[in-house]
């Protein structure tokens, strides 16, 4: 199956037992017997659509991305600055409820994967894209606005994802409080990107 084509319900219900599955099992345990038992549906549906492990997981990530939007991530209505700040709380939370956590831990489990497959290389840099242009969206429109000083956005946003994705990964990875991390993003924005009498 094409990651573009239009998914029909059956699809959208195994992506969402796929979601459960991944946040019960993790990839390394995942099997499609695991899928299956979130599924409410034949299991043979699941091989009708797709053959492999691999193939439900691309196929996962692909409907991931194509539900997330800018528009939904923000509240235009706010100013960039308060949108900034929902972006890092979307992205990197304070104290992420245990699901958040262990989705993000099988993510990461999947990323590992792009190392030596393309399909998900190419789902992973989707990803980051994504991250980064909504980064780019905000800064640019407050800089606009005079929110936020002149800076150079493509830089400034490559600096935000990349500080974002660590401290999510370290996050789940280690044992170390990632607090820091944090403060690094809130002293980078308040520091170098707040404009002077916009605090």
């Known amino acids: 199956m094409s990651a573009d084509t239009a998914r029909n319900e059956t699809q959208i219900d195994i992506m969402e037992a796929t979601y459960r599955a991944l946040c019960e099992h993790g990839y390394a345990d995942l099997t499609i017997q695991a899928i299956a038992d979130e599924f409410d549906k034949s299991k043979s549906l699941l091989y009708y659509h797709y053959d492999t492990k691999d193939e439900i997981l691309i196929a996962f990530l692909s409907y991931l991305l194509d539900q997330f ?103 789940v990875t280690t044992d170390d409080d990632v607090t820091a991390a944090r403060e690094a993003v809130v002293d980078l924005v308040e520091s170098r990107l707040i404009a002077d009498g916009e605090d």
């Open 69 to 171: 939007s800018i528009e939904d991530a923000i509240d235009r209505d706010e100013s960039p600055d308060e949108q900034l700040w929902t972006l890092v709380d979307e992205f990197l939370p304070e104290s992420p409820p245990d699901e958040h956590r262990e989705f993000q831990l099988a993510l990461f489990e999947l990323r590992s994967r792009a190392l030596s497959k393309a399909a998900y290389r190419e789902q992973f840099t989707r990803v980051d894209r994504l991250i980064h242009d909504a980064f780019v969206d905000v800064l640019t429109a407050g800089i606009d606005d005079g929110s936020f000083r002149e800076i150079g956005v493509e830089e400034t946003a490559t600096l935000l994802v990349s500080t974002v994705t660590g401290a999510m990964l370290r996050r």
